[in-house]
């Protein structure tokens, strides 16, 4: 009855009943049961059919011939000719229904999402997470014979879900046959907009006609019978889309039929709830994943016309990169993003493993990991070791990766040439030859951020990777952003994780040290800008000069393991060396100078002033804590220079402006002090 086949492919299944095309059983979506449970749980007095629940990366093709109006297999053709792809052709599963119909098997991106159906394409449903299909070897409830396979293969196709999701949006016509969406400054949820929808009650009337209900529509509101109606006494068992408080209804006069609750109006979301044995979470999330419920926010949203067909995804690749994208969604969307577990789930998540190491000691599949330096010390010519060590297998400073590691690098700083000749320094004098185990790519001059980097991973197959290099940071900052705004860095931090995680790969970022000496400062406190930059990162890894010339203190401090001794290492060009028995002292910070104070002060009077375009005496002195009158003189000074102006206003304090942006015309209208 079952055939073999998924158990072969590790699909959950769940029995049906006799009469129904739905499984009669709470939370169907989410059991866990396999093809040895169903095997058991059969009966044949009880059952005819076995559902198969999809997951995310499935996607099947619903051909309906039931309508003559609606040619399921016509529309099939035209969405083909459409997409250029013969999709009954590339299908490598189909299970024929002795119906005439049939069901094509594909693979999809889990992250896509398509909508159920198309009204361009009538006849076709396109079934995924939350939905079942009739497995081969089920019997049909009306039509004689069983469903079988047509094409069989222990593979599914993958499907170009791009391209058949642009050719589902009905985006242009989103006014008339899109959801009806209300907005009243708070969110529109899907189980509202579902019931206030003339396309949620049709999409009702389906789902009903599916399971044996029969309907009138001669009447208004529309009579329906429930399957296997017997009482003479009446013509119908409830009625259908009559409105009631702002929504479409149903009522129930029926004993005899127990999907519905009798003798009371309830929402056609409850209607649908109750029809498939859902949760009224599961049914929230189902009805949100075909388009109903939307939450707008006209400040950030310009694509409006994609948020109205309830493409979530799509507007969180189009937010700004510097905002909290996912604060802009609904918080159904967010749920559904965000696993909650208890306790007791901990274990079987983790099995009691922790994520294994990419580099022992130092980085794990999933991290990202900051290298520190000032400029021109030799960082770039460290990277290069690393990269060639890992791709090679081979340690490096004391640190060793388990295996040869596929290694990307990109480089935002050098010319290719310069990149290619550092590059064969570095492997001839280590003797190494990684082959397809190390890629490059350079980025000089082509002003990409980090959200192109991530679409240049996408292109290139990020997940082939296991080390990725991003040299240098400062340089895939989004236009605009600092690297002093904190916000601003944990986002970007949140950017690289998400980098990380999705393509089961380790990132690693090079950055440069704030101006001075080092020798004093934390290790978390060592790089220039803001201090998420190392408070969001897994590891972060400094090198610092030594007491003694040439050598350099490596210090490195771990999120997720036991943080490794310092190491002191030198530059032995072009190679960088452990120094054996050179211990790890740090060289110490020297006092300012008297005229090296003055500068910091006077820079910072610069920056107070650039910051907030126009401010007082007063105001920079209560903020540094330098006296008003040592402020006046700094700014006299720096006046001079021509790094700000000093407005003096009768009665008034002085004004402290920065003149870097201001129209020549307005300066001049200015009277310095």
Same mark, same amino acid.
């Given at each position: 009855?079952?055939?073999?086949?998924?158990?072969?492919?590790?699909?959950?299944?769940?029995?049906?009943?006799?009469?129904?095309?739905?499984?009669?059983?709470?939370?169907?979506?989410?059991?866990?049961?396999?093809?040895?449970?169903?095997?058991?749980?059969?009966? &044949?007095?009880?059952?005819?059919?076995?559902?198969?629940?999809?997951?995310?990366?499935?996607?099947?093709?619903?051909?309906?011939?039931? @309508?003559?109006?609606?040619?399921?297999?016509?529309? #099939?053709?035209? $969405?083909?000719?459409?997409?250029?792809?013969?999709?009954?052709?590339?299908?490598?599963?189909?299970?024929?229904?002795?119906?005439?119909?049939?069901? #094509?098997?594909?693979?999809?991106?889990?992250?896509?999402?398509?909508?159920?159906?198309?009204?361009?394409?009538?006849?076709?449903?396109?079934?995924?997470?939350?939905?079942?299909?009739? +497995?081969?070897?089920?019997?049909?409830?009306?039509?004689?014979?069983?469903?079988?396979?047509?094409?069989?293969? @222990?593979?599914?196709?993958?499907?170009?879900?791009?391209?058949?999701?642009?050719?589902?949006?009905?985006?242009?016509?989103?006014?008339?046959?899109?959801?009806?969406?209300?907005?009243?400054?708070?969110?529109?949820?899907?189980?509202?907009?579902?019931?206030?929808?003339?396309?949620? $009650?049709?999409?009702?009337?389906?789902?009903?006609?599916?399971?044996?209900?029969?309907?009138?529509?001669?009447?208004?509101?529309?009579?329906? %019978?429930? !399957?296997?109606?017997? @009482?003479?006494?009446?013509?119908?068992?409830?009625?259908?889309?009559?409105?009631?408080?702002?929504?479409?209804?149903?009522?129930?006069?029926?004993?005899?039929?127990?999907?519905?609750?009798?003798?009371?109006?309830?929402?056609?979301?409850?209607?649908?709830?109750?029809?498939?044995?859902? %949760?009224?979470?599961?049914?929230?999330?189902?009805?949100?994943?075909?388009?109903?419920?939307?939450?707008?926010?006209?400040?950030?949203?310009?694509?409006? *016309?994609?948020?109205?067909?309830?493409?979530?995804?799509?507007?969180? /690749?189009?937010?700004?990169? +510097?905002?909290?994208?996912?604060?802009?969604?609904?918080?159904?969307?967010?749920?559904?993003?965000?696993?909650?577990?208890?306790?007791?789930?901990?274990?079987?998540?983790?099995?009691?493993?922790?994520?294994?190491?990419?580099?022992?000691?130092?980085?794990?599949?999933?991290?990202?990991?900051?290298?520190?330096?000032?400029?021109?010390?030799?960082?770039?010519?460290?990277?290069?070791?690393?990269?060639?060590?890992?791709?090679?297998?081979?340690?490096?400073?004391?640190?060793?990766?388990?295996?040869?590691?596929? *290694?990307?690098?990109?480089?935002?700083?050098?010319?290719?040439?310069?990149?290619?000749?550092?590059?064969? /320094?570095?492997?001839?004098?280590?003797?190494?030859?990684?082959?397809? %185990?190390?890629?490059?790519?350079?980025?000089?001059?082509?002003?990409?951020?980090?959200?192109?980097?991530?679409?240049?991973?996408?292109? #290139?197959?990020?997940?082939?990777?296991?080390?990725?290099?991003?040299?240098?940071?400062?340089?895939?900052?989004?236009?605009?952003?600092?690297?002093?705004?904190?916000?601003?860095?944990?986002?970007?931090?949140?950017?690289?994780?998400?980098?990380?995680?999705?393509?089961?790969?380790?990132?690693?970022?090079?950055?440069?040290?704030?101006?001075?000496? /080092?020798?004093?400062?934390?290790?978390?406190?060592?790089?220039?800008?803001?201090?998420?930059?190392?408070?969001?990162?897994?590891?972060?890894?400094?090198?610092?000069?030594?007491?003694?010339?040439?050598?350099?203190?490596?210090?490195?401090?771990?999120?997720?393991?036991?943080?490794?001794?310092?190491?002191?290492?030198?530059?032995?060009? &072009?190679?960088?060396?452990?120094?054996?028995? *050179?211990? !790890?002292?740090?060289?110490?910070?020297?006092?300012?100078?008297?005229?090296?104070?003055?500068?910091?002060?006077?820079?910072?009077?610069?920056?107070?002033?650039?910051?907030?375009?126009?401010?007082?005496?007063?105001?920079?002195?209560?903020?540094?804590?330098? &006296?008003?009158?040592?402020?006046?003189?700094?700014?006299?000074?720096?006046?001079? @220079?021509?790094?700000?102006?000093?407005?003096?206003?009768?009665?008034?304090?002085?004004?402290?402006?920065?003149?870097?942006?201001?129209? /020549?015309?307005?300066?001049?209208?200015?009277?310095?002090?």
């Amino acid at each position: 009855m079952i055939d073999e086949y998924y158990g072969e492919l590790g699909s959950r299944l769940v029995c049906i009943k006799k009469g129904t095309k739905s499984p009669n059983r709470q939370g169907w979506p989410s059991i866990q049961d396999r093809y040895e449970d169903v095997i058991k749980e059969y009966d &044949p007095s009880q059952h005819n059919k076995v559902g198969w629940i999809l997951d995310a990366e499935h996607l099947v093709i619903d051909i309906d011939t039931h @309508d003559p109006k609606k040619d399921g297999y016509e529309s #099939l053709a035209r $969405l083909s000719k459409e997409i250029g792809v013969d999709l009954y052709d590339n299908a490598t599963v189909i299970v024929k229904s002795p119906s005439g119909g049939a069901h #094509l098997y594909f693979w999809k991106d889990p992250d896509v999402k398509l909508p159920k159906s198309c009204e361009k394409y009538a006849g076709l449903d396109f079934l995924s997470l939350g939905c079942q299909v009739i +497995t081969a070897g089920s019997y049909h409830d009306k039509e004689p014979g069983q469903y079988s396979f047509e094409k069989k293969s @222990d593979w599914l196709s993958a499907v170009p879900v791009e391209k058949l999701r642009d050719a589902l949006s009905e985006k242009k016509d989103a006014l008339t046959t899109g959801p009806v969406i209300t907005y009243d400054g708070s969110e529109c949820r899907p189980g509202d907009d579902f019931s206030k929808s003339q396309r949620g $009650l049709e999409y009702l009337i389906g789902e009903m006609e599916s399971e044996g209900y029969t309907f009138n529509r001669k009447y208004d509101p529309i009579r329906f %019978s429930h !399957p296997n109606k017997t @009482d003479p006494n009446h013509d119908h068992s409830g009625n259908l889309g009559e409105w009631v408080n702002g929504h479409y209804s149903l009522w129930n006069f029926s004993s005899s039929d127990s999907t519905f609750p009798q003798d009371t109006s309830i929402s056609i979301f409850a209607a649908l709830k109750f029809l498939k044995g859902w %949760s009224w979470h599961e049914t929230t999330l189902y009805l949100a994943d075909m388009g109903f419920g939307v939450q707008l926010d006209v400040q950030d949203i310009k694509e409006s *016309v994609d948020l109205w067909t309830g493409r979530i995804d799509d507007f969180l /690749q189009e937010a700004p990169e +510097t905002k909290n994208k996912f604060d802009q969604l609904p918080s159904y969307e967010i749920a559904k993003r965000v696993e909650c577990r208890t306790f007791d789930e901990l274990n079987d998540l983790s099995g009691g493993l922790r994520r294994p190491y990419v580099i022992e000691g130092l980085l794990r599949v999933g991290e990202v990991m900051n290298v520190i330096a000032a400029p021109k010390v030799g960082k770039s010519w460290l990277v290069y070791n690393l990269a060639l060590s890992t791709a090679c297998g081979r340690e490096f400073l004391g640190y060793r990766a388990n295996k040869n590691l596929n *290694v990307l690098l990109i480089d935002n700083e050098l010319h290719w040439e310069e990149l290619a000749w550092r590059m064969q /320094q570095v492997a001839s004098h280590m003797n190494a030859s990684p082959g397809d %185990s190390l890629k490059i790519s350079c980025l000089r001059g082509m002003d990409i951020s980090l959200k192109g980097v991530e679409k240049l991973l996408d292109e #290139l197959g990020a997940d082939q990777f296991d080390l990725i290099i991003i040299d240098a940071l400062y340089r895939v900052l989004p236009a605009g952003a600092s690297e002093n705004d904190n916000a601003q860095m944990t986002q970007l931090y949140n950017h690289l994780d998400k980098i990380a995680g999705k393509s089961s790969s380790a990132v690693i970022c090079i950055h440069h040290t704030s101006k001075g000496q /080092q020798g004093s400062k934390d290790v978390t406190d060592v790089g220039a800008g803001a201090g998420a930059i190392s408070r969001a990162a897994d590891t972060h890894l400094v090198i610092r000069p030594h007491r003694d010339e040439p050598y350099f203190v490596i210090d490195a401090l771990t999120r997720s393991g036991q943080s490794p001794e310092p190491i002191v290492a030198e530059l032995d060009w &072009p190679l960088w060396l452990v120094a054996e028995d *050179v211990l !790890p002292e740090l060289k110490q910070d020297a006092p300012p100078s008297k005229e090296e104070k003055k500068q910091t002060n006077l820079d910072l009077c610069v920056q107070i002033v650039m910051r907030d375009s126009e401010t007082t005496l007063k105001e920079i002195s209560d903020e540094t804590g330098i &006296p008003e009158s040592t402020v006046r003189t700094y700014c006299k000074e720096l006046q001079e @220079d021509g790094k700000l102006t000093m407005v003096k206003r009768p009665y008034k304090p002085t004004i402290i402006r920065d003149t870097s942006n201001v129209p /020549q015309s307005q300066a001049e209208e200015w009277q310095p002090e």
